[in-house]
């Protein structure tokens, strides 16, 4: 069991709006440590989507956006394409393992 | 363009050791941590542990402790996963991965994977 929470899978139709929920605990989140996302295209290394809640790296596209509150965090896709289809990641640090941690993946199918 | 180079896949048998390796160009190798990420078939990405080559003190997760060893090479900007006694269950796809800062809990560059195969 992942130390975050994501569901298995979301889909949607070309050009909707997805969301990725991941929760956390008072360990992790709670503790005030930020929620990070991760895009693995099929075949792919992870690459850096979203960091420290709600920032993009350069060259990722404004369609993704993240969210964080509480101990619960998420990732909205709008305007969904095609080349969207991939497993999603959250990821953050957790005080009372001492460890960084992820959570268990979304695949994202675009209908 | 920060960039990280693994070593390519590896087929062992279950007892042997193994050591697959991540260079890293374009940056200050000795100024960043790496991490290493393991991901089994069908499974999530799991942290396995970190390393600051700078001093190369690794620090690990409570589920790698004592299962593998993280060390680094400053001479040649290269990180290094190892095993003494591979088992089936390490079959997985190994990434490393940048860590962009002492306050920064997330990895901004990442390498593009190892796969390990185990057969018993």
């Known amino acids: 069991q992942s130390v975050l929470t994501q569901p298995p899978s979301v889909s949607g139709a070309p050009g909707q709006r997805v969301t990725i929920s991941c929760t956390g605990s008072s360990s992790n989140f709670g503790a005030n440590y930020d929620v990070h996302w991760y895009q693995r295209l099929p075949g792919t290394a992870p690459k850096l989507l979203i960091y420290?809640?709600?920032n993009r790296p350069s060259g990722v596209p404004d369609r993704f956006s993240g969210s964080k509150s509480g101990t619960s965090a998420s990732l909205a896709i709008t305007g969904l394409q095609a080349e969207d289809e991939a497993d999603y990641y959250c990821?953050?640090?957790?005080?009372?393992?001492?460890?960084?941690?992820f959570g268990g993946g979304t695949k994202v199918t675009v209908l | 363009e920060v960039q990280l180079v693994q070593s390519g896949a590896e087929v062992k048998k279950a007892g042997e050791s193994l050591k697959i390796s991540c260079k890293g160009s374009a940056y200050s190798f000795s100024n960043y941590w790496i991490a290493w990420v393991r991901q089994m078939p069908g499974k999530g990405l799991q942290w396995m542990g970190i390393?600051?080559?700078?001093?190369?003190?690794?620090r690990y997760s409570p589920s790698f402790q004592g299962q593998v060893t993280i060390s680094a090479d400053t001479s040649i900007n290269t990180a290094y996963l190892q095993w003494s006694s591979l088992k089936a269950s390490d079959t997985a796809m190994y990434y490393c991965a940048r860590r962009p800062g002492d306050y920064s809990n997330w990895f901004d560059s990442w390498g593009q994977g190892t796969l390990v195969t185990v057969s018993s």
């Open positions: 390393i600051y080559p700078g001093d190369s003190n690794p």
């Open positions: 990821q953050s640090y957790d005080t009372s393992l001492s460890a960084w941690v």
């Open positions: 420290s809640n709600n």
